[in-house]
């Protein structure tokens, strides 16, 4: 039997530290402070400082034939998604670690609240020793919620951007901040300088990302949203429980499979949009050849080589785990481009590997956390219909917000998306080709894309308020485009959606009377057809 002490490490609410701020370069710095600080710098000091003797390799476990080493003094077992499996091979060394460990985190990363569990840790039983170490993690995060913050006196002036106590001057924002907002405006600078890196062989000279939300490809002076895009892998949690998964060195062969699938994806998302730069920006009402300065493809004025700003940026890229935020007008189109490499990165396809969206288009000046959640929510919404109708393709939700965000995503569409004739959308919508149905997303393009050509806007307009009314408004607007000659876009096997606007569809199980005509007239403000 080969045992060592576990050290199982995890972020507590770890997308509220992340999207807590409605500031992108704040945002993208918690971001990068969580993935390369927590987990990465502070941890390899906290493990110096433990064992000054030892060399540490953040990168090592990542190496094939990702076999163990020795557990003594120290390995890593993994690092990912916001948590690490650490193994030591004395129980002090491991308690001293996670003394240290916490001890720089409350000061060189404040609002960072962590658990820890530690526990005996036998590499012969795999699965077994990592179900006892969660199941520590979830007793002890329910025990004890640690204060990670100075807490805010009466005396003090509170932090805009946090709302805790302002107790540091930052030099970016010329600004007394608190200790978190500083840490994150920090991490944000580090962070634009690494993502340029990373992405060098693409966007080489010409183009950069920003930490602007209001230069993601808005037109300024003009109506601005923004799509907050959030990807989740389907069915990875099931596939780490697979008793077939029985070792540590086959669940790191997996992990860096899946985190190198997600990063490759996005990656070739990224090359799609540099080498299709100009019609995108050009779908967005940009011109570089316009009169007027605001048309042309926006450049970073505060970039030194002045580039030009890619459309897209990316928030969290971590094992199956994606958020990125584009302009409005993009989400859609941007989160079906990844989903599409998503699925051929896994060459071998091992895992047959898919992925639920959840897309939400916001005001640009609307607060980002509560976008966010809209997304989150979106995203776990398609994971539900996926999973209740027994699907194994990847699926796709979205959501307009032209005002505020008044409650959760069921209430939203129980209030306003309900009509005397049946439910005012059809999604989700699936993302596989085999099936065309009132359910398919390639179905849904091309039906938007029929209804703007053949029908203006004002019709289109018309349409809108007829799904919303009683049978003798949908009786009169249909009678009047038979005379025109004109035919809504249909479904195939289903006459009576382009004949009554309404039918009867599935889901989860149950029969009920919806529409998709309402989901063809928000994608053709918000979908580019290239």
């Known amino acids: 039997m080969t045992t060592c002490q576990g050290v199982l490490l995890d972020t507590v609410s770890i997308q509220g530290y992340i999207f807590q701020s409605n500031e992108l370069k704040e945002n993208v710095g918690a ?55 650490l193994l030591f091979g004395k ?33 012969d039983s795999f699965q077994g020793s990592k179900r006892r170490l969660f199941n520590q993690l979830r007793t002890n995060k329910l025990r004890f919620s640690p204060q990670t913050v100075i807490p805010a006196h009466g005396i003090t002036a509170e932090c805009t951007r946090s709302g805790l106590s302002q107790n540091i001057q930052n030099d970016q924002v010329k600004a007394y901040v608190s200790a978190a907002s500083h840490a994150r405006i920090q991490a944000g600078k580090t962070a634009r300088k690494k993502i340029d890196k990373t992405y060098q062989n693409i966007i080489k000279d010409k183009f950069t990302f920003t ?43 997996n992990s ?20 299709n730069y100009p019609k995108i920006m050009d779908s967005l009402g940009f011109d570089n050849h316009s009169k007027n300065p605001s048309r042309w493809y926006p450049i970073d004025e505060e970039d030194e080589e002045k580039r030009r700003i890619i459309p897209i940026r990316p928030i969290i890229l971590s094992g199956d785990d994606v958020t990125f935020i584009c302009d409005g007008k993009l989400g859609i189109y941007f989160a079906e481009k990844f989903i599409h490499f998503f699925e051929n990165e896994d060459k071998n396809k091992r895992l047959a590997i898919t992925a639920c969206a959840g897309i939400a288009i ?22 539900n219909v996926r999973k209740n109708e027994d699907q194994k393709c990847s699926y796709l939700d979205f959501h307009i917000a032209t005002g ?5 995503l069921d209430d939203i569409r129980r209030i306003h998306f309900k009509a005397p004739m ?32 053949d029908f203006p806007q004002n019709k289109r307009h018309e349409l809108r308020e007829v799904i919303t009314m009683n049978e003798a408004a949908k009786d009169q607007f249909l009678a009047e485009i038979k005379a025109r000659k004109r035919a809504l876009p249909g479904i195939p096997g289903k006459p009576l959606f382009e004949n009554n606007l309404f039918d009867s569809v599935m889901e989860s199980g149950k029969e009920i009377s919806a529409t998709p005509y309402l989901d063809m007239i928000e994608l053709i403000q918000y979908y580019p057809f290239l």
């Not at 860096?256 to 540099?274: C, G, H, N, P």
């Not at 916001?362 to 994971?383: M, Q």
Request: aromatic residues 12%; proline residues 4%; negative net charge.
């Open 31 to 85: 971001s990068y402070i969580i993935e390369n600080l927590v987990y990465g710098d502070y941890l390899k000091e906290a493990v110096g400082y433990v064992l000054p003797s030892f060399q540490v390799d953040l990168e090592e476990w990542k190496k094939p034939p990702f076999a163990m080493k020795s557990c003594d003094p120290f390995e890593i077992g993994y690092i990912g998604g916001g948590n690490a499996l």
């Open 91 to 123: 129980e002090e060394h491991a308690k001293a670690f996670i003394r240290r460990w916490t001890r720089i985190l409350m000061v060189k990363a404040p609002q960072v609240i962590t658990a820890v569990a530690l526990d005996i840790f036998d590499l």
């Open 211 to 253: 930490n602007d939300f209001s230069k993601l490809g808005q037109i300024e002076g003009e109506d601005s949203h923004i799509a907050i895009v959030h990807i989740d892998g389907n069915d990875i949690g099931e596939y780490f429980s697979n008793p077939e998964i029985n070792s540590l060195p086959m669940m790191r062969e």
């Open 256 to 275: 860096v499979m899946i985190d190198e699938i997600t990063r490759s994806a996005f990656k070739s998302l990224v090359s799609y949009i540099v080498d």
């Open 362 to 383: 916001i005001k640009t000046k609307y607060p980002f956390f509560r976008g966010y959640c809209l997304a989150e929510e979106l995203c776990r919404n398609a994971k």
């Open 404 to 408: 505020a965000i008044a409650g959760f």
């Open 422 to 453: 049946g439910r005012l959308h059809c999604r989700p919508y699936r993302m596989d080709q085999e099936y065309q149905d009132e359910k398919s997303f390639s179905l849904l393009v091309d039906n938007a894309k029929k209804l703007k050509k």
